[in-house]
């Protein structure tokens, strides 16, 4: 199985402000086609969680464009340029390479 | 737009049985690949399963903590996945999403991009 590793698990921000969420593997996660298979997703509060980047830099339809992904191999970011309050939740990252399919532990962003 | 709304959550008792069921619309049913999620109160996600497409081979995938147990199974004629779960245990308790599979790149399938709202089940005596 596929371990994924979170940091920092927590992240209190000021809007505005850039954030930056890591996201490791304990396996590489670039298949020989090319594509790292890694996904971000987004938990607000109360919600299921939504798609943000997929494929490591890949934005889903609709994800505003102050939120980026980059990395390949074991090491991946996701990226916020300028923290609005709406963005406050748990940020997951889950790969996809292989069955189990497996989630970080989550990282929780919050407004300072 | 896309929707997948679970039903049949509820309270079981240890070693008892619930099925869950996820009726889906608004995309091509038939070539997606479904996958089923869970989230432990106050805890993290943690993948449960997936069916492919019949095109795909129709068939399944389990994580091992439900392996044995959990049973996924689709009726494209109702656009409907099922999870049928036995042996259920106290670890068991979650909220239950069901969740279509974004695509397949490069052969391989990945990413979730509709979500239901989740079914929560609760395994206790």
């Known amino acids: 199985e596929i371990v994924m590793t979170q940091s920092p698990l927590s992240l209190p921000v000021t809007p505005g402000d850039p954030a930056s969420i890591s996201c490791r593997s304990n396996?590489?996660?670039?298949?020989?086609?090319?594509?790292?298979?890694l996904d971000w997703y987004l938990q607000k509060p109360g919600q299921s969680p939504q798609l943000l980047i997929y494929?490591?830099?890949n934005r889903a339809s609709g994800v505003p464009d102050r939120f980026s992904g980059s990395g390949s191999g074991t090491d991946f970011t996701l990226e916020i340029s300028r923290v609005e309050a709406e963005d406050v939740g748990i940020y997951y990252c889950?790969?996809?390479?292989?069955?189990?399919?497996?989630f970080g532990q989550g990282t929780r962003v919050e407004i300072k | 737009e896309a929707q997948v709304v679970e039903s049949g959550g509820g309270s079981a008792e240890p070693g008892g049985s619930l099925r869950l069921s996820c009726a889906a619309s608004?995309?091509?049913?038939?070539?997606?690949?479904m996958s089923w999620v869970r989230q432990a109160p106050g805890r993290g996600l943690e993948w449960v399963g997936q069916?492919?497409?019949?095109?795909?081979?129709?068939?399944?995938d389990y994580a091992a903590p439900v392996k044995g147990r959990f049973t996924i199974s689709r009726d494209d004629s109702k656009n409907t996945i099922f999870l049928q779960m036995n042996s259920l245990k106290t670890e068991d308790t979650a909220i239950y999403y069901c969740?279509?599979?974004?695509?397949?790149?490069?052969?391989?399938?990945?990413?979730?991009?509709?979500w239901g709202q989740g079914t929560l089940v609760t395994v206790s005596s």
């Open positions: 969740i279509k599979v974004y695509a397949t790149t490069g052969g391989v399938a990945h990413s979730f991009d509709y």
């Open positions: 608004g995309f091509s049913f038939t070539a997606a690949w």
């Open positions: 069916i492919r497409s019949k095109g795909g081979g129709g068939t399944t």
């Open positions: 396996q590489n996660l670039l298949h020989s086609n090319g594509y790292n298979y």
């Open positions: 494929l490591s830099s």
């Open positions: 889950m790969q996809t390479l292989q069955t189990p399919w497996t």
